[in-house]
Nanobody
Framework: QVQLVESGGGLVQAGGSLRLSCVASSTTFFRVNSMAWYRQAPGTERDLLASISSDGSTNVASSVKGRFTISGDVTRDMVYLQMDSLKPEDTAVYYC??????????????WGQGTQVTVSS
């Protein structure tokens, strides 16, 4: 079983910054193909924010481009999300996602437990 563990969420004032981290681990063989960050506010769908592939190429949603930056090393099973100029509407639970291959289940999505980000006005 692959686990994704996020950290770095919390409470911040509007205009502030936070950096989220996510690391994938397992006791058995796995390979990460890509990693991504999503967020979900109460009563809304889970939205893709940014992704990074094994070759280092990244994509960032237009809604957060210029404020959020994804980085990391997929080959080392880690991804980060730098969030700057935070706004109250960025308040949500942020989830790490990995498209990961294992011997038992092939390639499938894995999710972290989520980390709360709250931006006060």
């Amino acid at each position: 079983q692959v686990q994704l563990v996020e950290s770095g969420g919390g409470l911040v004032q509007a205009g502030g910054s936070l950096r989220l981290s996510c690391v994938a681990s397992s006791t058995t063989f796995f390979r990460v193909n890509s990693m991504a960050w999503y967020r979900q506010a109460p009563g809304t769908e889970r939205d893709l924010l940014a992704s990074i592939s094994s070759d280092g190429s990244t994509n960032v949603a237009s809604s957060v481009k210029g404020r959020f930056t994804i980085s990391g090393d997929v080959t080392r099973d880690m991804v980060y999300l730098q969030m700057d100029s935070l706004k109250p509407e960025d308040t949500a639970v942020y989830y790490c996602n990995g498209m990961i291959r294992t011997a038992k289940y092939g390639t499938r999505d894995y999710w972290g437990q989520g980390t709360q980000v709250t931006v006060s006005s």
